[in-house]
């Protein structure tokens, strides 16, 4: 069952496995002592990872955008 966190209305986490829920709540209890699981039928979002390298950019020491690259 997935679960998200409340602090009475007020929804403080995205959809999450019951297990991650417990973890968090520990940590939030003490920002939000009435914090409270909930359980819901939504499914859990993966993460949306980028898996692009970077391009290197040479550093030609120009300051102040007088030159272009």
């Known amino acids: 069952m997935n679960a998200i ?6 929804v403080l986490s995205k959809v999450m496995t019951m297990q991650e829920a417990e973890e968090t709540l ?3 209890k003490v920002i939000y002592p009435n914090a409270r699981i909930v ?6 979002k ?3 990872e980028i ?6 950019v040479e ?6 955008g007088g030159c272009s690259l």
Do not use: A, F, S
């Not at 966190?5 to 007020?10: E, F, S, T």
């Open 5 to 10: 966190i409340k602090n009475r209305d007020l």
């Open 26 to 28: 520990k940590k939030l």
């Open 39 to 44: 359980e819901t039928d939504e499914p859990v």
């Open 46 to 48: 993966k993460k949306v």
């Open 51 to 56: 898996d692009v390298v970077p391009e290197e």
């Open 59 to 64: 550093d030609v020491g120009c300051v102040g």
